[in-house]
């Protein structure tokens, strides 16, 4: 990820917040305690306070402790009113959407100047247990029901001591031996005390990751030269870690070779061998692989398809082995291919490799009284009280946050959300969500442009993947809609309607600072992520027609829709595509993320084209090379690019549209099913 700031600019703005904002905890008086955020019934998020003036706290390079007490601080201060603004992200700029939002505010240098200031309006601490880290989880809820703030037992310590002087309310130490006990023990006693209309999913803490310069100390050992995709170059491979031999462990990493591209090492399954012994045996997705997965750094399991654990797009994953003492020779037999960079090396204890807390969302979970947990659909007894839960809520209830085990988490936890008529707002990773809650900018009219003329041409439309996520809203999209090249040529960018409730700031930016040919669509699957074929029949029209007035406030009235059964893509079922043609009144879908294009009329009314996977401008160039090849020039063709917002930024999209010939027209999505509905003699949709 990108995380630039110059030191001129840091300076201008810190310069400027001793200016601009007013002393700590002066931003306005305590509220009256009944204050709660505003959320009647027909809305589906709730809505704060606007902020007035903003107290901030950089816990950007803080522990893990202080940021996740200062986001339980944080969601108590402001459920009442927005007052303290965390930075706790630099991807899009520090400062970026802090001054974007247009209100007051002061970057304090001691954040405790800040806890200091707030602590009348806390009750006490709840402690976590370190041994069991979804206690965090726990104390993340209590927090919320007991207008608490959650600390570790050395910051109790500390806050229970002047000038403090904080009661502990709850210390969860030695309450719980496991996951399940904990969440089970949340959901019999806490759960009917926590509100219903929305659920929260946080990992209690982040994955270990290797620490920045640690990367060098491997030493590659194989690596592909060229970008295989199709596993033709799948073979055991022989590698020889003899010479990382002489500290107590030694790592394997995994890294995708091709980065850009998305494609990555596939990894099966591995056996490694001390002086001819076998000292480890696992294939991937097991709980033996459990016992050796150092470091997944968001490596993803793809069951199916022989099952194997892959990187991409940056990612990487480390095995660690030890070898008994006095070996000379340790060799990794490991069944891989596709794209792979293999390095072993050492790695040196440091106390940053650590798992530790985060505040991201929490201050939302606690302000809103919310249950928070993690739980893994992939293992019967956590899938069990998954279920539970969902099935306690009625459709149409957001799901905040994300799932464990990434891509296989995913898909399966989705697919289970939906047939509860549960959706998912993927926000974990989304920063003071209580603040831009309150956030009330008036909406800027999007820039017309105009619909070119249906002619005998291959017009091309390209779709952003992504959109349906909150947090990509706050910081890749920015990234990427902060590239020079963008406005060149026509994009669709996903993004989500419910932005219209939970930041209308975010949205209200990219559509003041949108030019004619950057268009937003709605992501999967409309007014939320979410599975139309598993959804039940009975609440899904309902659902889309009370979500519909986001798709028209946001003028995101265009869907681009996942639809999944047991982790495959499948089509939609004629009752859902009625629906969306009844209750969305689209001009036309995107459909899946596929290694093909094409366009479909379903219910004999409503286009859907299929998207056309890529994750750089050669992937683009080739597959648009290759359908002009087969097109005939007698009639339009119509071909959807899904661009892969990890890997592709605007100027990838000039590059590959400049390399394009006359015989191709790049068009908004509005045109291409204008386009789509006038060749196959289908009536405007109004």
């Not at 799901?399 to 898909?411: Q, R």
């Not at 959706?423 to 800027?444: C, E, H, I, M, R």
């Not at 091309?460 to 990509?472: A, K, L, P, S």
């Not at 290759?626 to 899904?642: H, R, V």
Request: aromatic share 12%.
């Amino acid at each position: 990820m990108v995380r630039k700031f110059t030191a001129l600019c840091l300076t201008f703005l810190c310069t400027f917040s001793l200016t601009a904002g007013t002393a700590v905890g002066s931003a306005s008086s305590t509220p009256e305690p009944a204050a709660k955020p505003n959320w009647p019934p027909n809305q589906e998020l709730p809505t704060f306070k606007s902020p007035k003036k903003l107290d901030v706290a950089d816990v950007y390079d803080a522990p893990g402790d202080i940021k996740l007490l200062f986001g339980t601080l944080q969601g108590i201060v402001n459920r009442s009113e927005p007052r303290i603004y965390l930075i706790e992200n630099q991807e899009e700029g520090r400062f970026a959407w802090l001054n974007d939002l247009d209100v007051p505010y002061k970057v304090h240098d001691d954040y405790w100047n800040i806890f200091a200031a707030y602590k009348q309006e806390v009750k006490g601490i709840i402690v976590y247990d370190p041994q069991v880290p979804d206690t965090i989880n726990v104390a993340t809820t209590l927090a919320g029901l007991k207008d608490a703030v959650v600390a570790s037992p050395e910051l109790a310590l500390k806050l229970s001591s002047a000038p403090y002087n904080l009661k502990v309310l709850e210390d969860l130490r030695g309450k719980f031996n496991s996951r399940m006990e904990a969440y089970t023990w949340q959901f019999e006693h806490l759960w009917n005390q926590t509100t219903h209309r929305m659920l929260i999913g946080l990992s209690p803490d982040t994955s270990i990751r290797i620490p920045p310069g640690m990367p060098a100390s491997f030493v590659t050992i194989e690596e592909e030269k060229e970008q295989i995709r199709d596993a033709s170059n799948r073979a055991v491979y022989n590698l020889d870690l003899s010479g990382q031999l002489g500290g107590e462990h030694v790592y394997l990493r995994f890294d995708d070779a091709f980065p850009q591209d998305g494609w990555g090492p596939a990894v099966h399954q591995v056996t490694v061998k001390a002086d001819g012994q076998e000292i480890a045996q696992f294939v991937v997705g097991t709980s033996e692989e459990e016992l050796y997965l150092y470091d997944r750094h968001n490596s993803k399991f793809l069951e199916g398809h022989g099952g194997h654990r892959f990187a991409d797009n940056g990612s990487y994953f480390v095995y660690e082995f030890t070898p008994p003492a006095g070996t000379t020779q340790l060799i990794a037999e490991v069944d891989m291919w596709n794209q792979y960079k293999v390095s072993a090396g050492h790695i040196r204890p440091l106390s940053s490799e650590k798992k530790e807390p985060y505040a991201y969302l929490r201050d939302y979970a606690v302000a809103n009284k919310a249950m928070v947990f993690w739980l893994d659909s992939n293992v019967p007894e956590q899938q069990a009280l998954f279920e539970q839960i969902m099935a306690d809520v009625e459709p149409g209830t957001p799901y905040l946050g994300w799932f464990s085990n990434d891509v296989e988490g995913e898909f399966s936890s989705v697919e289970i959300a939906s047939r509860y008529g549960v959706y998912v707002l993927a926000a974990d990773w989304f920063s003071n969500l209580t603040v831009f809650s309150g956030t009330k900018p008036k909406y800027a009219p999007l820039k017309p442009a105009a619909e070119p003329k249906l002619e005998n041409k291959i017009y091309v439309t390209y779709v952003v993947t992504e959109g349906d996520n909150f947090q990509y809203n706050q910081h890749r999209m920015r990234v990427m809609w902060d590239d020079p090249a963008r406005g060149q040529v026509p994009i669709n960018w996903t993004s989500s309607p419910l932005l219209h409730e939970g930041a209308p700031a975010l949205l209200n930016y990219y559509r003041s600072t949108a030019t004619e040919n950057d268009y937003l669509i709605a992501g999967p699957s409309g007014a939320g992520y979410f599975y139309p074929n598993p959804w039940p029949d009975e609440s899904f029209a309902t659902f889309l027609r009370d979500t519909e007035k986001y798709m028209k406030r946001t003028d995101m009235t265009i869907p681009y829709v996942l639809n999944r059964i047991d982790s495959e893509n499948v089509p939609l079922s004629p009752q859902k595509a009625a629906a969306y043609e009844q209750q969305y009144k689209a001009p036309g879908i995107f459909i899946s993320y596929e290694d093909r294009y094409g366009v479909e009329i379903i219910g004999n009314s409503l286009p859907a084209s299929t998207v056309r996977g890529i994750s750089t401008a050669q992937d683009g160039i080739r597959v648009l090379e290759e359908a002009k090849a087969q097109w005939d020039g007698s009639e339009p063709m119509f071909i959807s690019l899904g661009l892969l917002a990890w890997s592709m930024m605007p100027s990838d999209v000039v590059e590959l549209t400049d390399a394009l010939g006359d015989e191709f027209e790049v068009v908004r999505a509005d045109h291409y099913f204008s386009l789509i509905r006038q060749a196959y003699g289908l009536p405007k949709v109004k």
